[in-house]
């Protein structure tokens, strides 16, 4: 499982360096368990168009789920990125996520990521293109936080993989050309103080979605981010406001089910 442990994430970054030879072996390793494991990829030799989201997406991604072969930004909010690939997790999806160095496994639980599925590349450093690459062959969504710009040749080198491969890419806190759907939050509110008493316990949430996949029209939607009972679910009922809040703004190690990798 990933991210499991603080302390095992600091030995893993105290390993010793390995060589190029080694990095392949292991990354061939996980290739072929991916391959090994069954995964929603396809019935009867199809690709499925899209992958599950949560019920609550359904009114801003205009396929009812993340569409194959497409790439999707989101931009300031960790917390919405690990919502929008919680379904594809739940519904037994592999998900990768690149350049999350600050990753909370809590945080991704709460979010309804199965850790079971799911590839941690935290610092993927220059050769971050080539990492997201790696990981699409193999898994059904790859969410990445590039620690750099791309050029627009390794972009479109990467859509084009995405498409071939019929995965889905999510890209957090920058702009990818040709993305089918671009998320934000664009209020937020928590609730649950009282008059100086209480603590945080929901945070209500309006997210935009615009983009080629909207046909030029912004739909928005507002979700608990999460609810009372920490679920993320659409907010069909007013509540009273406590406090407003921006959105969240939140070497190469790989780890799949407790195994990782120090580049």
Same mark, same amino acid.
């Given at each position: 499982?990933?991210?499991?442990?603080?302390?095992?994430?600091?030995?893993a970054?105290?390993?010793?360096?390995?060589? $190029?030879?080694?990095?392949?072996?292991?990354?061939?390793?996980l290739?072929?368990?991916?391959?090994?494991?069954? %995964?929603?990829?396809?019935?009867?030799?199809?690709?499925?168009? #899209?992958? @599950?989201?949560l019920?609550?997406?359904?009114?801003?991604?205009p396929?009812?789920?993340?569409?194959?072969?497409?790439?999707?930004?989101?931009?300031?909010?960790?917390?919405?990125?690990? $919502?929008?690939?919680?379904?594809a997790?739940?519904?037994?999806?592999?998900?990768?996520?690149?350049?999350?160095?600050?990753?909370?496994?809590?945080?991704?639980?709460?979010?309804?990521?199965?850790?079971?599925?799911?590839?941690?590349?935290?610092?993927?450093?220059?050769?971050?293109?080539a990492?997201?690459?790696?990981?699409?062959?193999?898994?059904?969504?790859?969410?990445?936080?590039?620690?750099?710009?791309?050029?627009?040749?390794? #972009?479109?080198?990467?859509?084009?993989?995405?498409?071939?491969?019929g995965?889905?890419?999510?890209?957090?806190?920058?702009?990818?050309?040709?993305?089918?759907?671009?998320?934000?939050?664009?209020?937020?509110?928590?609730?649950?103080?009282? =008059?100086?008493?209480?603590?945080?316990? $929901?945070?209500?949430?309006?997210?935009?979605?615009?983009?080629?996949?909207t046909?030029?029209r912004?739909? #928005?939607?507002?979700?608990?981010? @999460?609810?009372?009972?920490?679920?993320?679910?659409? =907010?069909?009922?007013?509540?009273?406001? %406590?406090a407003?809040?921006?959105?969240?703004?939140?070497?190469?190690?790989?780890?799949? #089910?407790?195994?990782?990798?120090?580049?």
């Amino acid at each position: 499982m990933v991210g499991t442990s603080q302390a095992s994430a600091l030995d893993a970054s105290r390993a010793p360096r390995r060589s $190029a030879a080694d990095r392949a072996a292991v990354l061939a390793e996980l290739r072929a368990e991916l391959a090994a494991r069954p %995964t929603t990829a396809g019935v009867a030799g199809r690709a499925v168009p #899209t992958v @599950p989201a949560l019920p609550a997406f359904a009114e801003l991604l205009p396929d009812g789920g993340l569409r194959r072969g497409a790439s999707y930004t989101v931009a300031g909010s960790t917390a919405l990125t690990l $919502a929008l690939i919680a379904g594809a997790s739940r519904a037994g999806s592999w998900c990768g996520l690149v350049g999350f160095s600050r990753f909370g496994a809590e945080a991704a639980i709460g979010m309804g990521v199965d850790l079971g599925r799911l590839v941690l590349v935290p610092a993927p450093g220059r050769k971050w293109p080539a990492v997201v690459a790696a990981l699409i062959d193999v898994l059904d969504v790859v969410v990445v936080h590039p620690p750099a710009s791309a050029p627009d040749g390794e #972009t479109r080198r990467l859509a084009a993989r995405v498409r071939e491969r019929g995965a889905v890419l999510v890209v957090q806190d920058s702009d990818w050309p040709g993305s089918e759907l671009g998320l934000s939050i664009t209020s937020s509110t928590w609730h649950g103080l009282g =008059a100086g008493h209480g603590h945080l316990s $929901a945070r209500e949430v309006t997210i935009q979605a615009t983009g080629r996949g909207t046909a030029g029209r912004r739909r #928005t939607s507002r979700l608990w981010l @999460p609810d009372h009972a920490g679920a993320v679910a659409v =907010a069909t009922e007013p509540a009273t406001a %406590t406090a407003d809040q921006p959105g969240d703004q939140s070497g190469e190690v790989i780890s799949l #089910t407790g195994r990782r990798l120090s580049a």
